[in-house]
């Protein structure tokens, strides 16, 4: 069970009509899980963390996962069963934290495909089903109306970001290193920056799987056992993604071709994460004003050899979310909750600052539950 968090934060308008308990679910492109996490919030201001949980995917569905990216596959049965442990993971949540209200349910979904240029993103996750399910309200299909309105559809968490950061000093960077990794830029003035910087875990995932058949590069023991190549990472730099102006996204394989198929095991993995931090120091030239800190959310915040390569590139103060308080494991999943309520009160999940819609948008469909479920402690 991931640690519970307290972070309470009351800037905003102090004229909410209504607190809610919400729950967000977040599957993330690393394959990894499902993490649950509880919030009290307004949708605005007030955000008061509660407990969270992460549940594993076994390896069978986590192969099954993978075998629909790119919407190829058995596409259904897939999004069936990822649905069933969504609410799988809602029961068990229930019965670890059995005096919990729940008023709404977050799902984010999976990503299997995400071509913002093409005005579509898929993730799979069945709505209607959860609801049924669980006997709860449930909001999903978050990034749909976003891309439809000629957004990027992601990232979707800066407006959470900034929600929680209100108290910290600015300028500021929140840095996601998931699959795919993101950073928030929070200015003095509250003023928001969002977009994707290229890879984060997966294309390492990808290389000790293909190499060990594990599932990640743990505590970064592979890429300390090796050496980085400095050209593959140079090249790799030369993506024209990099000079794009942001508000941009990625889809989990864009760099898909990148991988270091001439260099040793150890060598490769070392590379890979190498291109990780040069890739994220290559979005500070796009910041409205530099950072002196960088806290990091999202798996790669767990990798020391990362860590110390976003150190050493950034020359800046980098950290785990831990240390200002917060749950660097449930942190996605709580904006998808704060999300929630935002979709339900007809609030914006985007800006034109975050993925480049021309208005600010609200956004997610709401799946109102067949049989209402009271969970009230």
């Not at 240029?117 to 749909?144: K, P």
């Not at 798996?299 to 800046?316: F, I, K, S, Y």
Request: charged share 20%; glycine share 10%; proline share 7%.
């Amino acid at each position: 069970m991931a640690a519970s968090s307290n972070i309470s934060v009351e800037t905003g308008p102090q004229h909410s009509p209504r607190l809610w308990h919400a729950l967000g679910l977040m599957s993330g492109t690393s394959l990894d899980g499902i993490d649950t996490a509880l919030i009290e919030t307004d949708g605005e201001g007030r955000v008061v963390s509660g407990p969270s949980l992460t549940i594993p995917y076994s390896g069978a569905f986590r192969e099954a996962l993978r075998s629909v990216l790119g919407g190829v596959g058995p596409v259904t049965e897939v999004e069936g069963e990822l649905t069933r442990l969504h609410a799988e993971a809602v029961e068990q949540f229930v019965a670890t934290h059995p005096k919990t209200r729940i008023d709404i349910v977050g799902m984010h979904g999976h990503t299997i495909v995400h071509r913002p240029t093409e005005r579509h993103t898929w993730q799979l996750g069945d709505g209607a089903l959860l609801a049924q399910l669980l006997g709860l309200d449930v909001v999903a299909d978050f990034r749909s109306a976003d891309v439809a309105a000629g957004g990027e559809g992601a990232p979707l968490a800066p407006l959470f970001h900034a929600a929680v950061a209100a108290a910290l000093p600015k300028p500021l960077a929140i840095l996601n290193i998931g699959g795919v990794a993101n950073v928030t830029w929070i200015g003095k003035g509250a003023e928001i920056l969002a977009f994707d910087t290229g890879p984060g875990n997966a294309l390492l995932d990808d290389w000790v799987r293909q190499h060990t058949g594990e599932a990640a590069d743990i505590d970064g023991a592979f890429a300390r056992s090796g050496r980085y190549s400095t050209a593959h990472v140079a090249r790799f730099l030369t993506f024209p993604f990099f000079e794009v102006a942001p508000p941009k996204s990625l889809d989990r394989d864009d760099f898909r071709n990148v991988a270091p198929n001439d260099l040793s095991f150890e060598d490769g993995a070392a590379t890979l994460t190498e291109m990780t931090a040069a890739a994220v120091a290559a979005a500070v030239p796009h910041f409205p004003a530099s950072v002196p800190q960088w806290l990091v959310c999202g798996g790669g915040r767990r990798n020391p050899v990362l860590m110390e390569a976003l150190r050493r590139r950034l020359d800046a103060l980098v950290r785990p979310v831990e240390e200002v308080g917060w749950d660097g494991d449930a942190l996605e999943a709580h904006a998808f909750a704060y999300l929630s309520v935002r979709s339900v009160r007809g609030l914006p999940l985007s800006l034109p600052t975050t993925t480049g819609v021309a208005r600010p948008i609200s956004g997610g469909r709401l799946f109102p539950a067949p049989r209402r479920r009271e969970l009230n402690g």
